[in-house]
């Protein structure tokens, strides 16, 4: 009797020295192993994982249109533009995209604070981050690309062209950022026609 205890015990232990070699017998490794692993970084406040973008063919207007060309000879019917944006902690960055346009030319591009309608005008004014008390707004105080939203861009030989800024804009939490207009030269920075670019050629509405 007393020597079946003894083999009982002795396979018992071989049994533990084996297994300990891939989980452990008693203690148990996988509590250390998991102490040992990297916790998941959570994002840090107030960015954001993914963007903002809007798309669209040029068209003449209608109701359902979502981005409108108002001179289709300088914004032909058919070209493309495409407006992305980010937005973390207060700054925004906003990049437009267009395919498709008058070949190696200059263009004005601008963000409005109302959506595209059957005019140029309709899409009002300038976002501005600090309001110019006087309208127009031509003050380089107010309208300059700190302030402003500014998008100006030279198409190449196929009609493409493209333009970034960034800026402290808080385009995320402000509903009068809506649309981008493009016009017909780049933009004045000089008193008295700060912030103006010629005519409203085309828009697009887009969502920052």
Known sequence: ML???????GSIA????????????????SGEQAQNQPAPQ???????AAGKQTS????????TAK?????????PVGGHITVSSTNADGKSKVTVEVKGLQPNRP???HVHVKPCGATGEDAGSHFQEKADPVKPSVDPAYANPQNEVWLDFHTDAQ???????????????????QSVVIHETHT?????????????????SADF
């Open 56 to 63: 669209g063919a040029f068209e003449n207007f209608s109701p």
């Open 188 to 204: 004045h920075s000089e008193p008295g026609k700060a912030g103006s670019a010629g005519g409203r050629l085309a828009c697009i």
């Open 14 to 29: 071989g049994l533990c020295t084996a297994g300990a070699l891939l989980a452990g017998c008693g203690g148990g490794d």
């Open 159 to 177: 009609g493409n062209g493209t333009a970034t800024a960034e800026g402290n804009w808080s385009l995320a939490t402000r509903d009068d950022a």
């Open 67 to 75: 981005a409108v060309t108002y001179k289709p000879d300088q914004v």
């Open 42 to 48: 959570a994002p840090a406040q107030g960015q954001s």
């Open 107 to 109: 263009y004005g591009g």
């Open 3 to 9: 020597q079946q205890r003894t083999r009982l015990f």
